[in-house]
């Protein structure tokens, strides 16, 4: 398994993530409401400002305080530009 970090020092199973995704629209605000109440969210953030959104294929959605490009990077994506 390998893992990567998703920032202050929190890491994740890099194999689990299906979408590195912002947390401004209202749809991902919602996911992550609704995360919340069935107790699948995972605050990673150490009170900081949430930058990014992952969502893994257990259904746990995982808050970080560090951009979605840094961690499409970690991730080694390719076609990671940031511009889309």
């Known amino acids: 398994?390998?893992?990567?970090n998703i920032?202050?020092?929190?890491?994740?199973a890099a194999e689990r993530i299906i979408?590195?995704?912002?947390?401004d629209?209202?749809?991902v605000k919602r996911l992550c409401q609704t995360?919340?109440?069935?107790?699948?969210l995972v605050d990673?953030?150490?009170?900081?400002?949430?930058?990014?959104?992952i969502i893994m294929?257990?259904?746990?959605?995982?808050l970080s305080a560090i951009l979605p490009e840094t961690i499409g990077n970690r991730l080694?994506?390719?076609?990671?530009?940031?511009?889309e």
């Open 1 to 4: 398994m390998r893992l990567i």
């Open 7 to 12: 920032g202050y020092g929190n890491m994740a």
């Open 19 to 23: 979408s590195v995704v912002t947390p």
């Open 25 to 27: 629209s209202v749809p």
């Open 35 to 40: 995360a919340k109440e069935k107790e699948r």
């Open 44 to 53: 990673a953030t150490l009170g900081r400002r949430t930058r990014s959104v």
């Open 57 to 62: 294929d257990s259904g746990h959605i995982v």
């Open 76 to 83: 080694g994506g390719a076609g990671v530009t940031g511009n």
